[in-house]
């Protein structure tokens, strides 16, 4: 099994300023996914990097994977109140395995 | 459909009842996760199963949980005896297995059940 750490816990923001979240983990990954969870549903993709990645952007979001030091930011640029969410990183175990470990995420609120 | 579904959406129940919660994958994704958060908590990993087959129950907390997949498709987490503790939103995800096969692969949640034992 493999888990994620998000660090900062919560982060509050004014709209329009870049929001960065970061993710630790402790042993080999195939990938890394980054999901959001708005309050009171599930959670939704965002974006997956795969282990020999270094970067990857999908419209405002933008990853980072340094597997040498075992960790991942998403930077969300231009932020919107639209934002406000709670992120999770989920590390994809290597070896085949299947088992996902969420951390407690980051809380994000973006202020109007 | 188009989505993971998950019935019932709210319940209540009252302590020592049996409650069973169903989810609907995506049609064809073979895996199917179960999982547990707590308020203000990430989702804590239940179980999973690939089509029909439980493969991993080791986060089910007590032997009052039990989950199934008898054809693959369609999944019961099932509670007995309800405990207040037992209070916690219940979210089921599915996947179809890409190159990275399992829990490396893009899940896609229902909405979850909120359970609130009384």
């Known amino acids: 099994s493999q888990q994620g750490e998000e660090d900062p816990q919560a982060l509050s923001i004014q709209e329009g300023e870049n929001a960065t979240m970061n993710c630790s983990y402790k042993?080999?990954?195939?990938?890394l996914q980054w999901y959001r969870q708005n309050s009171g549903r599930g959670l939704v993709h965002l974006i997956l990097i795969r282990s020999n990645e270094r970067e990857k952007h999908s419209g405002r979001l933008r990853v980072t994977l340094d597997t040498s030091k075992k960790s991942s930011s998403l930077l969300i640029t231009a932020s919107r109140a639209a934002d406000t969410a709670s992120y999770f990183c989920?590390?994809?175990?290597?070896?085949?395995?299947?088992?996902?470990?969420f951390g407690a995420g980051t809380r994000l609120f973006v202020k109007a | 459909g188009a989505g993971v579904s998950q019935s019932p959406r709210y319940k209540v129940a009252k302590r020592g009842q049996d409650v069973a919660l169903r989810c609907d994958p995506i049609?064809?994704?073979?895996?199917l996760f179960w999982y547990q958060q707590a308020l203000g908590q990430g989702p804590e990993f239940l179980t999973y199963?690939?089509?029909?087959?439980?493969?991993?129950k080791s986060g089910l907390p007590s032997d009052r949980f039990f989950a199934e997949r008898p054809e693959g498709s369609v999944s019961t987490l099932k509670i007995q005896r309800t405990q207040q503790e037992d209070s916690a939103v219940y979210l089921c995800?599915?996947?179809?297995?890409?190159?990275?096969?399992?829990?490396?692969?893009?899940?896609?949640f229902g909405p979850g059940t909120r359970l609130t034992v009384l």
């Open positions: 042993t080999s990954i195939n990938n």
């Open positions: 989920a590390p994809g175990p290597g070896g085949g395995g299947f088992k996902t470990i």
């Open positions: 049609s064809g994704h073979v895996s």
């Open positions: 199963f690939q089509n029909e087959a439980q493969l991993d």
């Open positions: 995800a599915s996947s179809s297995p890409g190159r990275a096969s399992g829990g490396g692969d893009t899940q896609y």
